[in-house]
Structure formats: structure tokens, C-alpha cells
């Protein structure tokens, strides 16, 4: 089925905040087995320049696949997720993101099309601080392979 | 960790490689820390039913892989200020203790006069590329 085109354009604004902690950024560095001290210790940060731990250059994805369920799951769009991969994906860093840090994410769809048979689905997450800031755009494209024949 | 200086730099500069062994544990683990649960990534039954040959690691933790190659360079992983993708084949985890081996390498693509650099990263396992077009900008010092 053929997602449909009105979508393009389409903005999610957030729904609540996400609260950086240092524990969270010190799971993921976990879960990538990167050990480097930027992620853990504050003093090792500080020496860096950063006035606390700061995340790894792909944390912004937790919030992005927290803005991007909201379009998957919305029933009008007609996705089968089970059937959805992840194409590409690109994140351009304004700013680190670092523990403390009080982060809005608001997700645009900027293309809705088929290509060979399969449909494609460009998402931008645009995640902005507390004072309204641009701390990381997120780029995703999510295509949504074709049936078993 | 102090940011690599853009003056030690030169275009064609490869970077450390990096091998690293993917298991069913690692893509728990990241299952978690990331909040993707699909279970193509944990779920053989879930994932053969989708067309796939087995279990696959996620497309996100291959990225971030591939940028610990980078990070681990620059010294100051907040100098990466871009950094892209394109999944281009699954890498594939089997049900063992050995799981999957992926590898990691990368060179200074291009050396602009305002310090930034870009890398270009290379992913392979099971002898093929898994990632396309993988780049990272790095401002240096």
C-alpha cells in the first residue's frame, strides 16, 4: 500500500521534554563500548571545555525514534512497521549534547515517495535546548520494503 | 582527551582501524540503551518473517561503531559537528558466542582551510560493505 503523499509537509511538534543524565549517556557509551572519559566523568568534560559529560555523536537517535513513533503509529499514514528499514541516516551536531541538558525534539516529513516499488520516507528531527536553542538536526530516511512475493 | 590539532593533519591521512566482534548480548544491550525494541533484532522468528536470513544488528549501532573510529581519533568526540550514512546491507548476528566481525577503517577525505575535516569510513563484514557514503565532519583544533 501507498503511503500517502499529504503527508509531505507534515510537522510533529514535541510532546514533553527529555531530560539528559549522565547515567543514560554513560548506558550508551556502554552499549557502543566506547569507553573514552568525555562520556562519564564530569572532570574529564571539563578539561574538554564542556561544563558536564557530554553524549556520543549518535545518542540524538533515542530522541528521534521518540519523535518518529508518533508518525509511524498514527493510524491515518497506513505504515506496517514490521516491514519498515532504516535507509539512511545523518545528524548535524550544532552543539554536543551533554547531561543537564532539557532537549524538545519537533519531527518534519520531508519526502514521502516510491522507488522501485518500495515507499520512502525522508523524517527531519529538528532537537532545540531549553532556551530554544538548535542543538542537533536528525535526518532519517525510512523505507518500507515490499510484501513476500 | 585533547582535539586533535587541524596542522597534524593532511588530506589521504588514514585513521586507526578498528575490528570489533558483534554478539546476540551487544544488540540486548543496545536494544536498551537506544529504546529500539524490533524485533528483528533479537528475534530470529521475528526476523525471517520479515525476509530476513537471521537476527540483523542495528543499522544505528553499526553507525555508531563506525564513529567510535572517529571519535577515538579526533580525541574530543564534541568536534564532530556531521557525521551520515546509508544502510547498505544487514549485518548479519548469529546465535553464538562468536557473533559477527565488523571492521572499521577510515582516512581524511577532505582538509578545509577553516580546520574542519571530513572522514570517510569504510564498514565491512562477512566481506562486504555494509555501509555507503559513511562520513564524518570533525571541526579541529
Known sequence: ???DPSFLGRCYPAAGTYQVGREKIREFAEAIGDDNAVYRDP??????????????PTFAIILALRAQRVLVCDPELGLDYSRVVHGNQSFTHHRPIRAGDELAATLHVDGVRTMGGNDMLTVRCQITDAAGDPVTTARSVLVVRRENR | ???????????????????????????????????????????????????LPDVIAHGMLTMALANRLVTTWAGDPGAVVECAVRFTRPVVVPDDAEGTLVEFSGKVAQRHDDGTVVIAITARSAAQSVLGQATATIALA
Not at chain 1, 43 to 56: F, H, L
Not at chain 2, 2 to 23: M, N
Not at chain 2, 26 to 45: C, K, M, Q, T
Open chain 2, 1 to 51: 582527551m585533547s582535539r586533535r590539532r587541524s596542522s597534524e593533519v593532511t588530506e589521504g591521512d588514514e585513521l586507526p582501524g578498528l575490528q570489533i566482534r558483534v554478539t546476540r548480548a551487544d544488540l540486548v544491550r543496545y536494544a536498551g540503551a537506544s529504546g529500539d525494541f524490533n524485533p528483528i533484532h533479537w528475534n530470529e522468528r521475528a526476523a525471517r518473517e520479515v525476509g
Open chain 1, 43 to 56: 572532570s574529564a568534560a571539563r578539561a574538554c571545555g564542556y561544563s558536564d559529560v557530554i553524549a556520543p
Open chain 1, 1 to 3: 500500500m501507498a503511503l
